[in-house]
């Protein structure tokens, strides 16, 4: 019999699990030698474990033998695994695989990893194996954190109201991508362009995108503006996928919440306040405006504030010569606007008009001079274009009446002719 067929017999012996190696019993307990089988090492002599390096997986190390192999070897660290073994053994001494989802065909000498990898190296097995496992391990972990870090994330889109990003998200920290790539995926999402949608039109309009954050908080100055002035809560309500319509216009075209709030000011005291003449006016100036839209069309984005502005202090001039019993144009009215007439200073100055143009129409027609008109009247009374001109025509009516009298009838109907032009 010859060494290796002793070494296989001895009751003291087992297999180690490393080839040209096995464990040998004696009174210190278990270690490992060579079995004397490969390149005439001497069968019982211990192997050489003082030549150690770090394997990179907890609880093992390589070992370097005599020959020059470097085997994979558990260190002792874990119970009741003996220093120096490389796999786990049986209760009958049998070799184990090592591995939960290794494979050897019987009568093969073929081992099949986890991943469908063959080997007929065991060694070379085991460290694949293992590689595998540490790195499943690896992924299981921080599939934990991503699913962790996602119901952070999850609680915080309920509470900003971003709901529907939820799915899309969950199915970004699934999959595995870095933060860079997740943060790209989501804002490419269908979700994610619905609910910031007015980002598009910003872009478009050679404005910046705004982040998630600034822009809820935008939509929140919004929202307590209209909320504080009692507008409607259909300016301000959700869609399914909790954008706001209503505001992503506003948002679209960089409004300002000082803006927003001059124009619902506007919007509450100048018109939906207003009275019944100035909404008139509006709907007769500009067609399409009425009592049912009229804080929308004031809130209307597209609009320039300043323009607005002006349609609203024209409707309220036209008011004011609608109260005096005059008329007036869209264009004068606007004019007059422009000028800085008020609404107090229309209805004080169209109540003069209104007093003047009768007497001096009659002058101007009983002295055969042309007629005399409102807006004649209106440029003087109101300081416009002709306002010199007008007055001079008025005192040269005036004259001539006053002289008409003095000249045929005497002091006292001068005095009657003065009194009678007085109120011209």
């Known amino acids: 019999m010859d060494v290796a067929e002793e070494v296989v017999v001895d009751p003291l012996r087992r297999s180690s699990g490393i080839a040209g ?3 040998l019993k004696g009174p210190d307990g278990e270690r490992l030698v060579y079995s004397g089988t490969d390149r005439g090492v001497v069968a019982g002599r211990p192997a050489n474990i003082g030549e150690r390096t770090p394997s990179g997986i907890a609880g093992t190390e ?8 470097r ?17 786990p053994v ?7 695989s090592g591995v939960s989802n290794g494979n050897n065909p019987a009568g093969t000498g073929t081992f099949v ?17 293992q590689r595998i496992d540490e790195l499943a391990g690896v992924r299981s972990a921080a599939q934990a954190s991503r699913k962790s870090a996602f119901d952070i994330l999850r609680d915080e889109f309920k509470r900003y109201g971003l709901e529907s990003l939820i799915t899309d998200s969950e ?3 699934r999959s595995g991508v870095d933060p860079e790539e997740f943060s790209i995926g989501l804002r490419n999402t269908q979700a994610y362009k619905q609910r910031f949608s007015a980002n598009t039109a910003r872009i478009n309009a050679g404005l910046s995108a705004l982040s998630p954050a600034e822009y809820v908080a935008l939509e929140d100055q919004y929202q307590r503006l209209m909320r504080t002035y009692g507008l409607p809560a259909s300016f301000y309500q959700k869609t399914g996928t909790g954008s706001q319509p209503e505001l992503d216009k506003l948002i679209s075209v960089d409004v300002a919440p000082t803006e927003l709030e001059e124009r619902i000011q506007l919007a509450v005291e100048k018109v939906n306040n207003a009275s019944p003449e100035v909404i008139q006016s509006l709907e007769e100036f500009y067609p399409g405006v009425n009592k049912a839209n009229l804080v929308a069309y004031v809130l209307d984005p597209q609009k320039a504030l300043p323009l607005i502005q002006r349609q609203v202090r024209a409707a309220e001039i036209g008011a004011g010569a609608r109260q005096a019993g005059l008329g007036t144009t869209v264009g004068r009215a606007e004019e007059l606007a422009r000028y800085g007439v008020t609404a107090e200073r229309a209805r004080e100055g169209f109540q003069t008009v209104a007093e003047t143009l009768p007497r001096g129409g009659q002058l101007a027609s009983f002295y055969k001079e042309a007629p005399l008109t409102q807006s004649e009247v209106e440029s ?3 300081g416009t274009t002709g306002a010199v001109e007008a007055k001079k025509r008025r005192e040269r009516l005036v004259g001539r009446e006053v002289a008409s009298f003095a000249g045929s009838s005497g002091a006292a109907q001068g005095a009657l002719a003065r009194e009678r032009a007085g109120s011209f």
């Open 21 to 23: 190696t096995e464990m």
């Open 62 to 69: 390589f070992l370097i033998d005599e020959n020059g192999n």
């Open 71 to 87: 085997v994979l070897v558990y260190m002792g660290t874990v119970n009741p695994v003996v220093a120096g073994t490389p796999a």
């Open 90 to 96: 049986s209760e009958e001494g049998e070799e184990d």
């Open 113 to 129: 990893a986890s991943d469908g990898a063959e080997f007929t190296d065991r060694n070379a097995f085991n460290l694949y194996q």
């Open 171 to 173: 199915a970004l920290a």
């Open 380 to 382: 003087e009374v109101f």
